[in-house]
Structure formats: structure tokens, C-alpha cells
């Protein structure tokens, strides 16, 4: 199994930038594919990036396209979502979830998944 911890979230004025990871306690990333997802109050969870085992592939939901990166590192051990140009509607508990296939969007397609950390954007 491969248990996943994110890093501590925290509050950023609009237009900011902060940068979440997520570390691998167990295993690697090796073999597994990476996904953000979000949950901001009274919302269901929703996709916001995607990145491919080795990292040559990434997706991302159009609400962060241009804003938001993810990236690896380059032992699979460790991924990363840089996130930009922040907005209040960013807000949420952000979750890192892995795959062992292309599940990309798909929720039910992540195996596992962090406990999640808090973001908060202030206007």
C-alpha cells in the first residue's frame, strides 16, 4: 500500500501563489500515478491535476489550467502542486490521491489517497 501525507495547506491573499506536496509513507511513487483533487464546503470533490508515473504527462481541470502545476520529483517519491494567481473559489481541502492505472479525473479510479490539508484564499 502506499500511504500518502500532505503537506500543511495554508491562507494566501488572491493572487498569491503556495505550494502543496505530498510525500509517500511506505512506498514510492514509482509505479503510481498522482492526482489533486479538492473539496471546498458544500461541494462535492472535484479533479485538479493529474501527472503520469513518470511525469511526462499531466492533466488539469480548465478552473486551474494556467494557474496550477504539478510536478514530481525525480525519485517518484514526492508530488508537488504549485499553485498560482490564487482566487477565493480556490478554497478548499485539497487531497492527494495515487492510481496505479490513468484514472486522471475519475475518483473511484485513485487507491489511495492523503488526509487532506486546508487552503484558504482571502479576497
Known amino acids: 500500500q502506499v500511504q500518502l501525507v500532505e503537506s500543511r495547506g495554508g491562507l494566501v491573499q488572491a493572487g498569491g501563489s503556495l505550494r502543496l506536496s505530498c510525500a509517500a509513507s511506505?512506498?514510492?511513487?514509482?509505479?503510481?500515478?498522482m492526482g489533486w483533487f479538492r473539496q471546498a464546503p458544500g461541494k462535492e470533490r472535484e479533479f485538479v491535476a493529474f501527472?503520469?508515473?513518470?511525469?511526462?504527462?499531466?492533466y488539469y481541470a480548465d478552473s486551474v489550467e494556467g494557474r496550477f502545476t504539478i510536478s514530481r520529483d525525480n525519485a517518484k517519491i514526492t508530488v508537488y502542486l504549485q499553485m498560482n494567481s490564487l482566487k477565493p473559489e480556490d478554497t478548499a481541502v485539497y487531497y492527494c490521491?495515487?492510481?496505479?492505472?490513468?484514472?486522471?479525473?475519475?475518483?473511484?479510479?485513485?487507491?489511495?489517497w492523503g488526509q487532506g490539508t486546508q487552503v484558504t484564499v482571502s479576497s
Open positions: 490521491a495515487g492510481s496505479r492505472h490513468w484514472a486522471i479525473s475519475k475518483i473511484d479510479g485513485y487507491h489511495y
Open positions: 511506505g512506498r514510492t511513487f514509482s509505479n503510481v500515478a
Open positions: 501527472i503520469s508515473e513518470s511525469g511526462g504527462t499531466t
